[in-house]
């Protein structure tokens, strides 16, 4: 990867990829080489007519998760890193954009949530579970959010998931009523999303024990300033990288 990082950001006029767009344009070692919206008739209208259009290092996605898959493997096939910021990929989405970024020799970064404290969130609930037998995933989201769950507790459940399974008593197929009401279940664990007005984006792990819990949680202020941070770390980061790397929390030390 050349000294200077040239970048492409989609989602440029959204709440985070505008700022990201910004913090990459002013910083001296980013060069912001391209921008996409759909309703910026400035930028480009897809990541594949930017792409073609430019020479891009690192492709940014902050846009939807309608369209996130194909503007990383579109990016991955013309051997440009991404850094992904969109929520709405699944496990399986997750394994083929590994195998896919592996087969061009590219690195891939994602993360559900590119706060520093979101980051935190992962790595103390994984500490967590290797002592507390039980546990259930809480999703905070805006009413207008779309995807379920979020990307933050997806990306939890499953490095929860990596660790162990929680004790499950009860399981939840055998719930009398509604077991529907026992939330989704990702990579073992239990994982319930509200959707409400007033809500930003809220991730919180409960943990529990004989007598005791632990509640470890993250939530996301009114500022998109936390997700360009993180975000800028991940473009720095990205080197000779092959391969999806799923987490902030994995960049730090």
Known sequence: ??????????????????????????????????????????????????????????????????????????????????????????????????REARASAVGVIAAGNFSLTAALVLRFATEAALHLDSWEVIDYASATKPDAPSGTARELAERLGGVRSPASPVPVADALGEPEA???TIAGTQVHSLRLPSFTVSTEAVFAGRGERLSIRHDAGESASPYVAGTLVAIRAMGDRVGLTRGLDQLLG
């Open 1 to 98: 990867m050349s000294e200077v990082i040239r970048v492409c950001v989609a989602g440029v006029t959204g709440w985070t990829g505008g700022a990201v767009a910004e913090a990459v344009a002013a910083a001296d070692d980013l060069d912001l080489v391209a921008g996409v919206s759909r309703s910026d008739p400035a930028s480009f209208s897809s990541v594949v007519e930017a792409l073609d259009a430019v020479e891009a290092d690192v492709l940014v996605d902050y846009t939807h998760a309608c369209v996130i898959k194909a503007n990383v493997l579109a990016a991955v096939g013309r051997r440009v890193a991404v850094v992904v910021g969109s929520s709405g990929l699944s496990a399986a989405d997750y394994t083929e954009i590994d």
């Open 182 to 184: 026992r939330g989704a």
